[in-house]
């Protein structure tokens, strides 16, 4: 359980606390949703700032609309390691996995649920992290010349996003280089402003890529983590729900 908002200095009001829950469903055909595990979630600090600058009218006044988006992206992820309410970035995101809710239920007054469903094609594997994003994946490209293999650097196109490098898990940008049977997916080791022209690795790449090879950004903001364990499994030929609640409540 993670303070939200805490009260003034004269101690009047009530402290405010944020507790969140991840659950999964298998289905196969057109029977029942059977419950497969439930797991305790980690706020970001980025989700809770994010939601203390809703509740102060950043996002919802007049003059300043929409600038804050809420939550709307779940990822499946293969990485392991204790969720951190420090996480910008899941530890190994999958490509392919971010998708967007398909819809949101207030329960109760004090708690909000979300969901997203995957088909029986969707998502099939072993899962041991699971994201609540508020946008979807962003793209860049190999740039002119490509890149050949056992370089750390990647030169880039045009409009590449802003990344943010490291070497601690959930705290640097990941991506995945789209490019047939030579994909792979690459670490930032070093930040690198929106536009640049080139990232730095923190390995070697496997493959040499051409030019406008396409890059799979996993970017956003990590509003909650949580580590699946025991891990999921979801089988082809059966379809997923992953349901998010969030409940609010005093201290």
Same mark, same amino acid.
């Given at each position: ?28 055909g057109c ?9 305790? #979630? ?21 003059? #300043? ?33 971010? *998708? ?90 070093t930040s690198?402003?929106?536009? *640049? ?5 923190q390995a ?46 005093? *201290?």
């Amino acid at each position: 359980m993670l303070v939200l908002l805490g009260s003034p200095p004269d101690d009047a009001g009530v402290d405010v606390r944020v507790r969140t829950n991840v659950r999964a469903y298998l289905r196969a055909g057109c029977g029942l949703w059977l419950p497969v595990g439930e797991w305790r #979630n980690t706020v970001t600090t980025l989700g809770l700032t994010r939601l203390a600058q809703w509740w102060g009218g950043s996002s919802n006044t007049a003059g #300043n609309p929409g600038v804050l988006a809420p939550p709307g992206y779940v990822a499946l992820g293969t990485g392991t390691g204790t969720p951190s309410t420090a996480d910008q970035f899941m530890f190994a995101e999958t490509d392919g996995t971010r *998708a967007a809710l398909t819809y949101t239920l207030l329960l109760t007054t004090t708690t909000e649920l979300v969901a997203t469903s995957y088909t029986t094609t969707q998502a099939n594997g072993t899962w041991t992290e699971v994201g609540l994003w508020d946008s979807d994946v962003g793209s860049a490209t190999v740039g002119t010349g490509g890149v050949s293999s056992g370089t750390t650097t990647l030169p880039l196109g045009a409009s590449a996003p802003a990344v943010t490098g490291g070497s601690t898990p959930g705290l640097y940008t990941t991506a995945y280089v789209s490019d047939g049977t030579n994909s792979e997916y690459i670490s930032i080791a070093t930040s690198a402003a929106a536009d *640049a022209s080139s990232w730095t690795l923190q390995a070697n790449l496997q493959y040499a890529h051409a030019a406008a090879t396409p890059i799979v950004v996993f970017n956003g903001t990590l509003w909650a983590h949580a580590s699946l364990s025991p891990s999921l499994v979801k089988p082809n030929g059966q379809s997923l729900l992953l349901q998010w609640s969030a409940t609010f409540a005093a *201290a």
